[in-house]
Every structure is written in C-alpha cells, then in structure tokens.
C-alpha cells in the first residue's frame, strides 16, 4: 500500500509535469493564454506519468539485458540539466532514424570537456543543450557496434524523451534501474505508485 507522504509526493511531481508539458505547448503556438489553466488541469488529471517501451538490443547489457527488455519510462517533456542528470539512463529519438528511439546512458552534458582515447580527435566542449550518451555494454567496439555519441556526435537535450525507471527482462528477472542520485529520489513517488510488473510482463515479447 502506498504511503500518504508518498502520495503527495507523486502529486506534486505531477503537477510540475502538468505545468512544464503545457508551457512547452504554449511556448509552440499549440495553445492560447486563456487555454493553459485548462491544459494543466486536464494533464493533472489524465494519463500517466510513464509509458512502456521495448528495448532490443545489446548496446545497454547487462542492466537491460542482451536479448532486451520491457522498460517503465518516466516521461519528460523538457529535457534540461535540471530535469535529466549525468549517469540517468535516457530514452532519446535516434538522431540517424528520426522515426526510432533508443535506449542510452547519459554521460556528458553542456560545458563538458570530451577527450578521446584516439589522438586523431581533437578535444572539444559540449555546447548549450547538447549532450553525450553511450552504451552500457563495454564488450562492444566503440565505433563500430555500440552505436552511440562516439558514433553520431552529441545530441540535443529536446531529444531526451523520458528516463528509465525500471527494466523487466523476463518474469523472475525485474527491478529499478541504476540512474544518478538525483533522479532515483525525483522517481520514487512515481515508481511506487504506478509500476505495475504484471502489466509490464503483459507487453513482454520475449
């Protein structure tokens, strides 16, 4: 049973999410002034604050899995240093397949410094909204299978869709995922009140 406090909690995330979702569509013409009290409303109280995804693949193994899994995703409307932090495992639109998403790590964010181990790359700093994200697995080759930022370059903050909260691999193997401090304590109200591991196994394609 979930606990009051934590109800609470869960509301309040709500309510930031409510508001952040209708400035974004206010912001891009989507809505008028008199619609936004309205907007924030009706996402308060519709829908959910995650969604499920399928992940294939091995670039995130073991945490997901080589054959892949069934994530519980927190949605984020506006990706921003405040909202995503570095060592979140992130959900982003695949910057060559603009139709695709994949499953990463965020490891680097504006103002960074990124080196490389090959002395052909010329270091560089990471600028506004831009970000880095790689592959968990370390037994893939960096360029050629991990499919990553060391392969595609940085990516835009507004591409990070939501964080992943929590991986079913299979029906005895499940649990919450590894992200940054930060965002472990922003989901817990979130994961307490709407993970459900058997509607998860439900969707399960392996």
Not at 108 to 116: H, L, P, R, W
Not at 178 to 199: A, G, I, Y
Request: with cysteine.
């Amino acid at each position: 049973m979930v606990a009051l406090s934590t109800w609470f909690r869960y509301i309040a995330t709500k309510l930031e999410y409510s508001v952040s979702l209708s400035r974004k569509t206010y912001i891009q013409g989507q809505i008028a002034d008199t619609e936004i009290l309205d907007t924030i409303w009706r996402n308060l109280f519709h829908g959910k604050l995650t969604f499920l995804h399928w992940n294939k693949g091995e670039e995130m193994a073991p945490m997901i899995g080589n054959y892949g899994g069934t994530l519980l995703v927190r949605k984020i409307p506006a990706a921003d240093p405040t909202r995503v932090h570095v060592g979140d495992v992130v959900v982003v639109k695949d910057p060559v397949n603009s139709g695709d998403y994949i499953v990463r790590r965020l490891a680097a964010i504006e103002g960074y410094e990124m080196a490389s181990t090959d002395e052909n790359d010329e270091p560089f700093v990471l600028e506004k909204d831009q970000c880095w994200v790689l592959a968990d697995n370390q037994n893939l080759k960096p360029k050629q299978e991990a499919y990553d930022s060391r392969t595609f370059g940085p990516v835009t903050m507004t591409d990070i869709v939501g964080r992943v909260i929590y991986c079913l691999r299979n029906a005895v193997d499940h649990g919450p995922i590894n992200n940054s401090h930060f965002s472990k304590r922003q989901d817990s109200p979130v994961l307490e009140v709407e993970l459900d591991v058997d509607e998860m196994a439900k969707n399960h394609k392996a």
